[in-house]
């Protein structure tokens, strides 16, 4: 089972532009992978589609081609400025105008990864009271 989550960058006027992210959302993954992304233009670079299925490190996709490399269309691959990959992006962000409006329009999402211009924050569905 995939652990769904969205990867946010907090607007000006606090809407949120949103990235869907199919697999690997839990925060283990998650947190160690955004470090990278840690000022604004990083994070601008990252949240660049409206969904992928998988954000990958060099080793990681390395790996995958290997393993699974009838799975795996290499043109589906964005290299990022750190060295990183998205997987099979398509669409551009969507804009929600709060956390509310995002979970009730994406029920399936455990995690969502906002950055708020200084750093990551980590919002699970199960602690929150909506």
């Known amino acids: 089972m ?15 532009k949103a990235m869907f992210k199919h697999w690997d959302g839990y ?5 160690p992978f955004l470090e990278k ?6 994070a601008e670079e990252l949240v660049k589609f409206e969904a992928v299925e998988s954000f990958m490190t060099q080793e990681m996709k390395d790996s995958a081609q290997g393993r699974f490399s009838d799975q795996y269309d290499e043109d589906k691959f964005v290299k990022l400025s750190t060295g990183d ?3 099979d992006g398509d669409g551009s962000p969507i804009v929600y105008k709060d956390l509310s409006e995002l979970w009730h329009d994406n029920p399936m999402v455990q995690f969502v ?3 708020d211009g ?3 924050i ?3 569905y199960d602690a929150l009271d909506l």
């Not at 995939?2 to 949120?16: E, G």
């Open 2 to 16: 995939s652990t769904r989550s969205m990867v946010c960058i907090k607007q000006s006027d606090k809407s949120l």
């Open 27 to 31: 925060p283990e993954f998650m947190i």
């Open 37 to 42: 992304y840690n000022d604004d233009d990083k």
């Open 85 to 87: 990959y998205l997987y």
């Open 113 to 115: 990864y906002v950055w």
């Open 118 to 120: 200084y750093r990551w």
């Open 122 to 124: 980590v919002c699970d």
